[in-house]
């Protein structure tokens, strides 16, 4: 993939599995970081739209089971598209992204569809990302999960979350208080988006997915864009070396525990197997009737049957 493409913040490097992106325009300082409660601090730089993001959400997934209790993640939302004022590396229009997302999602083996930006384009990832700087006003844990929801939405489902309505779904269902989502949305989330950014640039970040690991002292490990998990199990292990990792159970039950809904590469990360057979394990679940499932052209979403 030619680099001058890199210019453009929605073509990610598959190869090198990064989201880059142009420096801002913001002054740095130093950077005030809150005590850490656990051995390790992980400070996610993301976006709601990375897609680079989503194909390493199997990696991230199978982290926090193994080693949670060893660190905390300090979610930073660092603004992929501000909008479509700019014409770089090839991409001038929303419909450009289509066939990238597909390439994409083959080569991480998550389920895409770029049909999105055919059929109802984003004109900015900066109003899910606001709304995700709300969710966590409310609740850390349900913050996530609502930044898990809206994912699956746009990815998945070609849902334009920059839309209220789709915010207000996906907080509906992970039980965020909407009225108060609103307010913060419209209120202090704005400043606590601007914040990231300016951390952004703090860090000096050039893409997303990045992961800063460090401990009460000061040790640093970074990983960049979409690495395998051995890449991530080193860095705790670097700054924790008597770490003891945690036993995943593989059984249905506990897979959709852990996580109520997962696609076919997440189970097979979990588990240590291959797509095709954890595919093979869904299906069967699912003729059982104990699973439902979303089926795109590049992928399936499996969700436990309530």
Sequence with gaps: MAKNILNNPLICDVEEGICEISKSTYNTENLIEKP???PVR???????????????????????LEY???????????????????????ISKPSDVAHHWDEVSLYYEM?????IWIEDPLHSSYPPSIAFKAAQRQSPKKAIAFLRRIREMVFMEKKRITKWEYLVEAALEVGLDVVQLKADFEGPALQDFKEDLFQTQTFEVQGFPTFFFKDETGNQFIVCGFKPYQYF????????????????????????????TLTSKEFAVLTDTSVSDAERKLYAYYQQNMLEKIEIKNGILWIKKR
Excluded: H
Aim: charged letters at 25%.
């Design 42 to 64: 992980i400070t996610y730089f993301t976006d709601p739209i990375c897609s680079s993001c989503w194909g390493v959400e199997p990696q991230l997934r199978k982290l926090k």
């Design 233 to 260: 199990e080193k860095a705790i292990l670097n700054l924790v070396p008597d770490v003891q990792k945690k036993t995943i159970k593989s059984d249905l039950e506990s897979m959709f525990e852990y996580y109520p």
């Design 68 to 90: 949670g209790e060893y660190f905390e993640i300090d979610y930073k939302m660092g603004g992929l598209l501000p909008d479509w004022n700019y014409n770089r590396g090839g």
């Design 36 to 38: 850490l409660q656990k």
């Design 111 to 115: 389920p895409i569809d770029g049909n």
